[in-house]
């Protein structure tokens, strides 16, 4: 019976935990030519390069800054969907909205960044039909200042109804009696909003919390790498896109692969620091 | 669309046509061209051949200028790959299109197979550097790369670090002593490689791979001449960077293409035209070598300084696409086929691709190249290129045997036979019935079938671009030798008063390690100052960040290294 796990067992091994041993090339200044056996070790020189390299501070600022416009603006809109749709009475309507703004999630970021130009653009449709009318121009786009919210913005509207999903499915999870008890003793939407349906899914949402908690060093990669030329590294580079133009393309293997294993080592602390953070609060944590 | 309208065919330099000839018994010996033609002055290897260039050529470094489809001859003799230790050739290089069907249902294939005296087997990565880098990282880990590997980009260019950093330790050949002095005699084809491409070409001094040859004559502007004679600043007139700055803005206010609305420019872009402001002011090609032996960058100067003002003026005043700080260079050319920019900024040997938009222009005095109008007070250049986009390397592995590296050089010589030749026809366009048609004189046109094909096969090594225009279908007899002529002209021009970087073929560990991320510095501090998102008075500051970031040692290790390999 237990054979029937060991296909499982065998791809998380060997697809998942054989190339953590990859790892080691943050303490090497690693060459593909000479492999992990002939680069030379640096010992802790990657992670000390890390604090000096200006580059990086810069993209973990960055990276922060996009990090903590999506929990304050992007991780509640779900949220407020998924109330708004489950309060919708006709079927028909709420399935219709909810096709439409699934949509956006089966667009790939090569469009959705082209579409966000044609309109928004400093040549696109907003500034043309101020040009033409004599106004000021504003070119969104290209405004490092704009960026991050941009960042957000964008994320917020094509990811916005894939991620009522979950909740949804929460929401219907809740008694409807308790709703209806609640109108009987006489609480009005509001109130039946905030004492039912809020803590009903109150799991659901400590759950991904937390998860969200343990990607706050992740940002959106194809995104950013699209976009990053438009306002510079200066004000557009993540951590995962200095990864990839120093790592993956200028070749300094050793201090890229420091930044991921720093990122992972941060995240994992902080999912396990929230999840006993919220234990301690009486939820349930994730594990 | 026909093969000859892209771009990428250009780039890649095989812009023309070639012999009329029919597969032709020749029987291993050469017929027709050689180097020693009337109109010629430049010294070539007594057993190189080429077909005899129909305008004077004066000098090695710039192209040769053919009127006509020159008579076919033969480039090589016997079958290159015969003979030698390696039956089967394995090569890594870039892909732009679809790959081809493998042979021997794709009848190129199996005949270039026939032709080399060799299998060919290709591994393809996408030619984005980004991609190729990534593949290429893929490749030297895995420990078994390909017979013959494609370095990408040029020596010295930040897209290449990895690849240099290859090569420093020893996971190639060093074919010093097959390619210098009289050694390249064995490949004639090779040979007519100009000696600064081969010298461009070099790693801190050594010889690694040979070069895809294109032009030393760098970028050049090209401008919409109807557009600046109906906004009243006629190309002529247009000789200082005032007169120049005039007309860009023009192009944005005076509505040149008359249909009413405000939706022309002059510049669509900062990133890939900003050069031409610094050549206008006549600042250093990336490094200044000076007599004393120091570096001195070209942002550190006064004349790149002035540069960067004059670009935020313009910019301010109008004279720039509104995308210009965020454009791709994909669009960049878009922008002007398309009659929403008036300028254009690209290597000279792509402005054939101009021609369809020239044709429909109506040809006759639409698109001028425009020489940099110099700054006030200063004296204009242009910045010589390297002269190639990519070497063929071959890795230390296969270059033990000696025997197989002749044998792979010889190969390379095929696939470099100069325009006009009965192998260059192939290699570009395949079995004539099968792969092209020819035109009522003789020039051939790829069908679709050619196109799938061949591919890319062709593009492992091409030779240095050739000044032809008669395979266009666009242009009558008498427009196309106007044309080549005013390129001609133009290649001359620009060559004049070109100036090389010096640091070009020399790398050093900082160079590599912090190139990249300086020259996005660069970029981005550019663009902000030109879009006037950062004042002129930031521009100490920039460069202060360039020199403390790694912009010093970079110097440094460079001068180091030009003292040494020199």
Sequence with gaps: ?287 | MTVELTRRDFLQGCVAGSGALLVAACGGGSSGGSAATSGSSVALPANSHLAPPDLPWTDHNIPLAYLKLPAPFRATSGTPGAGGPLSEVTWFSDLFSAPPPPAPGNRYWADLNRRLGVTVTPVWAASDPSSFQQKFAALLASGDLPDLVLFGGTVGTTTAAAQVQAVQQGAFTDLTPHLTGSALDDYPNLALIAPKIWQNARINGRTYGVPRGRTVPGTSLLLRFDWAQKVGVPIAQITSSDAFREALVDFGSRDPDGNGRPDTWGIPDVEFTYSYFAEMFGAPNGWRLNRDGSLTKDIETPEYRDAIAFAQTLFKQGGFHPDAATQTQANHYSLFEGGRVGAYLDALYASGQTRPFLAQLGFKDAIRHLLPPPGPGRKAVTFNAAGYNGMVMIPSKVGKDSAKVRQLLKILDYFASPFGSEEYTFLNYGIEGVHFTRSANGNPARSAQGTTDIGDLFRLLTPPNVNYAAGSQYFSDAEQEAWTRLVDQAYHDHFKIGVDDPTVGYVSASSLRRGPTLNQLVVDSVKALVSGRTPMSGFDQFVQTWRSQGGDQVRKELQQAIHQHR
Excluded at chain 1, 11 to 22: E, H, K, Q, S, T
Excluded at chain 1, 51 to 71: C, E, R, W, Y
Aim: net charge negative.
């Design chain 1, 1 to 287: 019976m237990y054979a029937l796990l060991l296909p499982g067992v065998l791809f998380v091994v060997v697809f998942r935990y054989v190339p953590l041993l990859g790892n080691v090339i943050a303490f090497q200044d690693y060459s593909p030519y000479l492999g992990f056996a002939d680069s030379a070790w640096v010992g802790l020189q990657n992670f000390a390069d890390l604090f000096t390299t200006p580059d990086v501070g810069t993209a973990l600022v960055n990276t922060l800054v996009i990090s903590g416009l999506q929990l304050v603006l992007y991780f509640p809109a779900p949220i407020a969907l998924a109330l708004l749709l489950n309060s919708l009475m006709s079927e028909s309507i709420k399935r219709a909205v909810q096709s439409v703004v699934y949509l956006p999630h089966f667009i790939g970021w090569v469009i959705v960044v082209s579409i966000w130009q044609q309109v928004l653009g400093g040549d696109g449709l907003v500034n043309q039909v101020l040009r033409t009318s004599g106004l000021h121009t504003v070119n969104v786009m290209a405004n490092p200042d704009f960026f991050k919210p941009l960042m957000v913005l964008q994320d917020v509207w094509k990811e916005v109804g894939w991620g009522t999903i979950i909740f949804l499915a929460a929401l219907t999870a809740i008694d409807l009696s308790l709703y209806e008890s609640a109108a009987i003793d006489g609480a009005g939407p509001w109130r039946r909003l905030r004492h039912v349906s809020l803590p009903g899914i109150r799991g659901v949402v400590v759950l991904l919390l937390i998860l969200r908690l343990g990607s706050i060093l992740t940002v959106g990669f194809e995104q950013i790498l699209l976009q990053e030329p438009n306002v510079g590294a200066q004000a557009g580079q993540v951590l995962d896109t200095f990864v990839y133009f120093n790592g993956v393309v200028a070749g300094d293997w050793g201090l890229s692969a420091a930044v991921g294993l720093v990122k992972g080592a941060v995240g994992t602390m902080l999912v396990v620091g929230a999840n006993w953070a919220v234990k301690r609060l009486g939820e349930e944590g994730v594990f």
